[in-house]
T-cell receptor, first 114, second 114 residues
Framework: KNQVEQSPQSLIILEGKNCTLQ??????????LRWYKQDTGRGPVSLTI?????NTKSNGRYTATLDADTKQSSLHITASQLSDSASYIC?????????????FGAGTRLAVHP | DGGITQSPKYLFRKEGQNVTLSCEQN?????MYWYRQDPGQGLRLIYY???????QKGDIAEGYSVSREKKESFPLTVTSAQKNPTAFYLC?????????????FGPGTRLTVT
């Protein structure tokens, strides 16, 4: 069964600290993996995309990694800011019958406190 | 939220009533999607449409209906047959193929049925 599991479910950190969010997936076939940021009551916004051949990709203070062998990805946030408080969703794309199916993780809810 | 509008932001209905959620996009995207988001769960696909006048059931289509008469519009009707309609509903549209494929999300509609 295609699944995307994220950990931890929730996380509280102090402003300025770093944190790492985890994503494990069992999706086949695999096309790519995206990390989205979703503010409360808003739609998700893409942070970064990882393809099979990419190990690391950065977008400002966000760095995503992908290990396609172990089917794991992580999102590292450096020098957190209050505005980083949001849910972070790991999404794996799987091409299936001409349709680009997306399998969503349940998300990690991050709270950054002053 | 990039060119996708959903209205209203909050919607309240009595049990047994049908309700229609609006989704409009000005991105000239061919494909559009409806998702449902519940606490602690990943987004689940309700319906999708890859082209005007055509749409397909997603993973949880029971109790929902859609239409795609115009490229820009993809309204979702939550019928009285939907057992647990209270949720956050997200509309999305997509562009590209291969590694350039990306879904863009609207701001969402929170539906509460009592």
């Amino acid at each position: 069964k295609n699944q995307v599991e994220q950990s931890p479910q929730s996380l509280i950190i102090l402003e300025g600290k770093n944190c790492t969010l985890q994503c494990n997936y069992t999706v086949s076939p695999f096309s790519n993996l995206r990390w989205y940021k979703q503010d409360t009551g808003r739609g998700p916004v893409s942070l970064t995309i990882m393809t099979f051949s990419e190990n690391t990709k950065s977008n400002g203070r966000y760095t995503a990694t992908l290990d396609a062998d172990t089917k794991q990805s992580s999102l590292h946030i450096t020098a957190s800011q209050l505005s980083d408080s949001a849910s972070y969703i790991c999404v794996v794309r799987s091409p299936s019958g001409g349709y680009n199916k997306l399998i969503f993780g349940a998300g990690t809810r991050l709270a950054v406190h002053p | 939220d990039g060119g996708i509008t959903q209205s209203p932001k909050y919607l309240f209905r009595k049990e047994g009533q049908n309700v229609t959620l609006s989704c409009e996009q000005n991105l000239n995207h061919d494909a559009m999607y409806w998702y449902r988001q519940d606490p602690g769960q990943g987004l689940r696909l309700i319906y999708y449409s890859q082209i005007v006048n055509d749409f397909q059931k997603g993973d949880i289509a029971e109790g929902y209906s859609v239409s795609r008469e115009k490229k820009e519009s993809f309204p979702l009707t939550v019928t009285s047959a939907q057992k647990n309609p209270t949720a956050f509903y997200l509309c999305a549209s997509s562009i590209g193929t291969g590694t350039s494929y990306e879904q863009y999300f609207g701001p969402g509609t929170r539906l509460t049925v009592t």
